[in-house]
């Protein structure tokens, strides 16, 4: 990819089912983890990433993301007057002044691959970054996606992310073969398959939620048909793209946290906790009690 990643696209429309009754009224994305929602650490990693522009996919009963990124007047000149200047920043710094969002409604739950299509207006002709929120991947160096973003520019191809996965599990994801390696975390991918049995499996390399894809994706996924339920899943036009261009499977640095779940988002919580040092007596406590 000749060009640096400057859009990322969010798919946010999903009901959060696993969160219920909470998701109710609260987006799952918006789901705090210590004092930040999910969304925001996606964000932050987009943002490290180069992208100036963040494209959220959401439907047209979630308002939460988008109020969260507007500009919070009210709130603003109350911490101002009061001179609660730390605060005011923290509101501010949700969104970096040079980044903008757009907001594109998916009008049915048609996938993935359905979600990622909508923001074709909106991406172009450029290359683009996918993120699901749900996967919180934390590294005190540059983050998976500008991991993943060098790789494309240095080699000229798609990139997606994958890590091992427990040989049961492949059921939960889409998961790849590879080929020739290209540096000592990608290898080429030479065929996909979406959420294999394990006997089915060609390999335990799942996807994870981190893609850099070119913008011709977007005219495989228009010939792309629907499986099972009327989607369109993002991992067929992949495989249609394979047949294009390089597309490469990627060992990002960092440590993933699957928050789509509640195990996860507790891990996810604990993790973060024991690293601040006003909150990590505190975990140890509990743990001591129990």
């Given at each position: 990819?000749?060009?640096?990643?400057?859009?990322?696209?969010?798919?946010?429309?999903?009901?959060?089912?696993?969160?219920?009754?909470?998701?109710?009224?609260?987006?799952?994305?918006?789901?705090?983890?210590?004092?930040?929602p999910l969304i925001q650490y996606a964000v932050d990693e987009a943002?490290?990433?180069?992208?100036?522009?963040?494209?959220?996919?959401?439907?047209?009963?979630?308002?939460?993301?988008a109020d969260y990124?507007?500009?919070?007047?009210?709130?603003?000149a109350k911490l101002e007057e009061k001179g609660k200047d730390a605060l005011l920043a923290l509101v501010r710094s949700t969104l970096p002044s040079h980044v903008r969002a757009i907001f594109v409604t998916q009008p049915e739950a048609l996938g993935l691959g359905h979600a990622v299509l909508c923001a074709k207006p909106v991406v172009g002709d450029e290359p683009f970054g996918v993120m699901l929120p749900d996967d919180l991947i934390l590294?005190?160096?540059?983050?998976?996606?500008g991991q993943m973003a060098e790789a494309a520019l240095t080699h000229d191809a798609g990139v997606i992310a994958v890590e091992e996965v427990?040989?049961?599990?492949?059921?939960?994801?889409?998961?790849?073969?590879t080929g020739d390696e290209v540096d000592e975390r990608a290898a080429k991918i030479r065929h996909m398959v979406e959420k294999p049995n394990p006997e089915d499996?060609?390999?335990?390399?799942?996807?994870?939620?981190?893609y850099v894809l070119p913008s011709r994706i977007f005219d495989l996924l228009e010939q792309t048909r629907p499986g099972s339920g009327g989607e369109i899943q993002l991992t067929d036009?992949?495989?249609?793209l394979l047949h294009q261009q390089s597309v490469l499977a990627y060992r990002f640095q960092g440590q993933r946290f699957d928050c789509g779940n509640k195990r996860g988002l507790v891990r996810a919580t604990l993790h973060l906790a024991l690293r601040?040092?006003?909150?990590?007596?505190?975990?140890?406590?509990?743990?001591a009690d129990h």
């Open positions: 990819m000749s060009k640096r990643l400057r859009k990322v696209v969010f798919p946010v429309a999903g009901l959060g089912t696993r969160f219920l009754p909470a998701t109710k009224v609260v987006a799952k994305e918006m789901l705090p983890v210590l004092d930040r943002v490290d990433a180069g992208a100036d522009t963040l494209i959220f996919v959401t439907n047209r009963y979630k308002h939460a993301i990124f507007d500009k919070a007047y009210e709130l603003e590294h005190d160096g540059v983050g998976a996606l427990p040989n049961d599990q492949t059921h939960k994801y889409g998961i790849v073969a499996a060609p390999s335990n390399l799942g996807v994870v939620g981190r036009a992949i495989e249609g601040d040092p006003e909150l990590a007596s505190a975990v140890h406590e509990v743990l």
